[in-house]
């Protein structure tokens, strides 16, 4: 199933397809993933008992990203690229403050995900899973009504971005996590990690 992204004949839903996308995922009213979304360095309030900076961050349901790399004919090693990110939230107090960034066409965007481990409900547990996106826009939203087993109105986003880190580390059962590894990619190609 195609994804949306920055071409809009190769990746656009329709109303079937979208609902498939929120039918497939399993419904967690207590999930431990969040999203936060900065621009200009004011961070956009959510609902999410995570916060960042005391700013509530935005509850997701699910999030896709991809890499890949493309190789020329004749060549050993590929230059790598990325889609942009595309998430699945319920529909909330921060719907509203996302569509004014996606129809401004805001450029400056920092989105962060941070993924847990069955931590419950302590918020002091640190992400054994971090994404970091700069310089991203939202370039599709999506506003409908579906999911199982309760309907309720959600949005998927589709972001597009300059550059991004990804961050794992494992995570004991204190909610601390040990050594972080680090790999970073820009959208120009660029390789790197540690």
């Known amino acids: 199933m195609p994804f949306p992204g920055s071409d809009p004949d190769k990746y656009v839903l329709s109303p079937n397809e979208a609902l498939g996308v929120l039918d497939s995922l399993e419904y967690d009213e207590q999930s431990d993933i969040v999203m936060f979304v900065a621009s200009a360095g004011n961070q956009v309030a959510g609902e999410d008992t995570r916060t960042l900076d005391d700013v509530p961050g935005l509850f997701i349901t699910s999030f896709f990203f991809q890499s890949y790399a493309l190789q020329a004919a004749g060549s050993a090693s590929g230059m790598v690229s990325a889609e942009p990110l595309t998430v699945v939230r319920q529909c909330d107090a921060a719907t509203a403050t996302l569509a004014s960034l996606h129809y401004k066409q805001v450029e400056d965007l920092v989105i962060g995900i941070d993924v847990f481990r069955a931590g419950g409900v302590d918020v002091k547990a640190d992400p054994f899973f971090s994404l970091m996106m700069e310089g991203g826009r939202i370039t599709s939203q999506y506003l409908?009504?579906?999911?199982?087993?309760?309907?309720?109105?959600?949005?998927?986003?589709?972001?597009?971005?300059?550059?991004?880190?990804v961050e794992t580390a494992p995570q004991v059962t204190s909610?601390?996590?040990?050594?972080?590894?680090?790999?970073?990619?820009?959208?120009?190609?660029?390789?790197?990690?540690?």
């Open 144 to 165: 409908f009504m579906g999911g199982r087993p309760i309907r309720r109105p959600h949005e998927i986003l589709t972001i597009d971005f300059t550059g991004f880190t």
């Open 175 to 194: 909610g601390q996590r040990g050594g972080v590894r680090t790999a970073r990619l820009s959208k120009a190609g660029k390789r790197g990690g540690k």
